[in-house]
């Protein structure tokens, strides 16, 4: 029944795969914390108007790809298709921006109606940082040297390289935008119909189109270069100088673009061949206006995001589940007592699996399932000694060891 499959676009996170990205996601959170990030979390669903002032109401993740549905209530509420505007409207509305500046991280589940592929899911998980109130370049260059410690964290930064570009000021991102309106107008019945429709309202999102004709249009564009004032260059020469001397190689990439008018200065993308279409796997640029426009102070932000799932496929090996120890009891009157046993053990902060049922021959066969270190035996003469028996299931070995040894011995396992 179709109805007992997972939705299109959507999957399960069983226990090998679990394991991957709960791996990516607390490397995250270690690197996070040692940069003196906080954690933060915002709920997954937003009033629509916090993602339609934020994304723009004709942005394609608006017009396209959000899950927006009315509630009892007759409110309109979305399904967070990225975690940057829950975080700026936490902002505003928890009245933090008297604690500036503020460094979160969040991590959880983000929801766009896309058409799955490798990579991309309609839902998926991030990891991502927010670097809120300061407006100086090095705020750029930490946010950047953080996603690279997380790549190089996971064994991936030498699969991935580093592009960066500038957006500018305000001032020269509008002189940018006269010059691609005048270029673009040029072309205009060669452009496909999306481009043809953004070339007034945000012609630098044509620079990012997957149209193949406008790709061809677009490599004769004027670059951004032209259109810099000094405060820009300035500003970006920082960056990069920044980035130098942390030793994080990177490449100019001229056409790396934020369509959105509160993106300014840099955008960044950590990109790598191994995912096919899907190049980018961590993402981020400077955002001055968004608190502005979402109606708060102007607050200056710069952040990052991380698909977790495209973290997960690239990565080798993650670190292995401890191995737990297998409690196997013989007889009902071993099986009450090892119930408590177990408890305990585990209160102790061992991992301890308990058999159920079965003979002495499935119970084994179980712990050997399990991976177990070793399994502790426990019937009516071990009972009578106060003792237990504990195989070593590497080697074979077994010994009697007391009960109140027990935790110690186990211990020395580990």
Not at 355 to 371: C, D, F, I, V
Request: aromatic share 8%; glycine share 8%; hydrophobic share 40%.
């Amino acid at each position: 029944m179709a109805s007992l499959k997972p939705v299109r676009g959507t999957h399960d996170l069983l226990p090998e795969e679990a394991r991957r990205a709960y791996h990516v996601t607390q490397v995250g959170r270690m690197l996070a914390e040692r940069y003196g990030y906080d954690e933060a979390a915002t709920p997954i669903f937003e009033f629509s108007e916090v993602f339609t002032r934020t994304l723009g109401e004709t942005s394609d993740v608006v017009t396209k790809e959000m899950y927006t549905f009315t509630d009892k209530g007759g409110d309109s509420i979305t399904l967070r298709p990225e975690g940057t505007a829950g975080i700026a409207r936490a902002l505003i509305s928890g009245g933090l921006s008297q604690n500036l500046p503020l460094k979160l991280f969040y991590a959880g589940p983000m929801f766009r109606y896309e058409r799955p592929q490798r990579g991309r899911l309609r839902q998926f998980h991030q990891i991502g940082v927010e670097l809120l109130g300061v407006a100086d370049p090095v705020g750029d260059v930490e946010v950047i040297a953080l996603g690279a410690a997380v790549l190089d964290e996971l064994g991936l930064q030498e699969n991935t390289k580093l592009e960066i570009n500038t957006l500018g000021n305000t001032e020269s991102r509008s002189a940018y935008r006269n010059v691609l309106i005048e270029y673009f107008g040029d072309h205009w019945e060669n452009l496909s119909p999306d481009s043809q429709a953004r070339l007034k309202r945000n012609p630098l999102r044509i620079l990012d189109s997957k149209d193949e004709g406008d790709r061809r249009i677009v490599a004769g564009a004027p670059i951004f270069d032209d259109s810099l004032d000094s405060e820009s260059q300035d500003f970006f020469a920082e960056v990069c100088a920044g980035l130098e001397i942390l030793e994080i190689n990177w490449y100019r990439n001229p056409r790396l673009v934020r369509g959105l008018d509160y993106y300014c200065h840099t955008a960044f993308e950590f990109t790598t061949e191994a995912l096919g279409a899907q190049s980018a796997v961590l993402a981020g640029g400077r955002y001055d206006g968004l608190v502005e426009q979402m109606g708060g102070a102007s607050t200056p932000g710069v952040g990052w995001a991380s698909g977790i799932e495209r973290l997960s496929m690239l990565i080798d090996d993650i670190p292995p589940r401890r191995r737990p120890f297998a409690i196997v009891p013989l007889g009902n009157a071993a099986e009450e007592f090892c119930l408590k046993l177990t408890n305990r053990l585990r209160r102790a902060g061992l991992i301890v699996d308990l058999s159920y049922r079965g003979k002495m021959k499935q119970r084994m066969k179980r712990a050997n399932h399990l991976n177990a270190r070793a399994a502790i035996i426990i019937g009516d003469d071990e009972l009578e000694q106060s003792s237990a028996t504990v195989r070593d299931l590497d080697s074979g070995e077994q010994e009697l060891v007391s009960l109140n040894d027990l935790q110690h011995r186990l211990e020395n396992f580990l």
